[in-house]
Structures are given as structure tokens and as C-alpha cells.
């Protein structure tokens, strides 16, 4: 059984901190790359402390692109951590290409409280 897991949290606490070392950047060099490419949407600096902080934060696009921007890394893993974060994956999503190289990174597995969230959706589509 898969843990619940703030992925999108962290993905960024992976790579940004307070204490920065050769593996991690300052808040503040995170911020001066972090620019959604699509919107020019840059997340404030208060945001990034509460990511940082894993307290509670409210996710969009336009974060999600600001993020990728400023972790150089594919929107598309950034969009699969934010999809574990907010609902999770079935085992058959995970088979390839973003949620699998995802969980790689996050070292995670599907489990039963994903399974509960897709059970409940497609009883939700169905009536």
C-alpha cells in the first residue's frame, strides 16, 4: 500500500533549500528561474517558503510551469508530482513515461488510497 505523499512538495525540497549544497539551490536562485514559459506567472517567495516548509499550498498550471522552469526539469514530471500529490495514480498509469519516472525519483509505489480515488470517480461518472 502506497503511502499518501505530498509529491510536488518533495520534488522542489529535493532540489531547494535553506541549507543548500552542492545538490541544492538557495531559495532565491529557485525564484530567479522559476517563470511559467506559457503565462510569465513567477511564484512569490513566500510560496516557495512554504513549499520548502511542507505546509499547505494551493496548486495550478501556471505553478506547476514555474516550477518545472526553475528545477529544469520536463512540466510533464512536475505535472505527474502534482497529480500524485492531488489524487494519486492507479498501478496501470505507472507503466511509462512521466508518473513512472516520477515515482523513480520519489521511490513510491501505487497502493490502496489511490485505488479509492478512481473507485470513487468512476462510481461518481456512472450515475
Keep these: 500500500m502506497a503511502e499518501s505523499r505530498d509529491a510536488?512538495?518533495?520534488l522542489v525540497q529535493q532540489h531547494v533549500g535553506k541549507h543548500t549544497g552542492t545538490s541544492k539551490m538557495s531559495v532565491t536562485a529557485f525564484l530567479q528561474k522559476a517563470v511559467?514559459?506559457?503565462?510569465g506567472y513567477r511564484p512569490s517567495n513566500g510560496l516557495i517558503g512554504k513549499i520548502v516548509r511542507g505546509q499547505s499550498y494551493?496548486?495550478?498550471p501556471e505553478l506547476i510551469g514555474a516550477i518545472a522552469a526553475g528545477l529544469d526539469l520536463p512540466r510533464s514530471i512536475v505535472a505527474a508530482a502534482a497529480h500524485l500529490q492531488l489524487i494519486?495514480?492507479?498501478a496501470a498509469e505507472l507503466e511509462g513515461e512521466a508518473p513512472?519516472?516520477?515515482m523513480k525519483r520519489l521511490d513510491v509505489?501505487?497502493?490502496e488510497p489511490?485505488?479509492?480515488v478512481a473507485e470513487r470517480w468512476a462510481s461518481e461518472a456512472s450515475q
Design 36 to 39: 511559467d514559459p506559457d503565462s
Design 109 to 111: 509505489e501505487p497502493g
Design 88 to 90: 494519486g495514480y492507479e
Design 114 to 116: 489511490e485505488r479509492a
Design 100 to 102: 513512472a519516472e516520477l
Design 8 to 10: 510536488l512538495t518533495e
Design 58 to 60: 494551493g496548486i495550478n
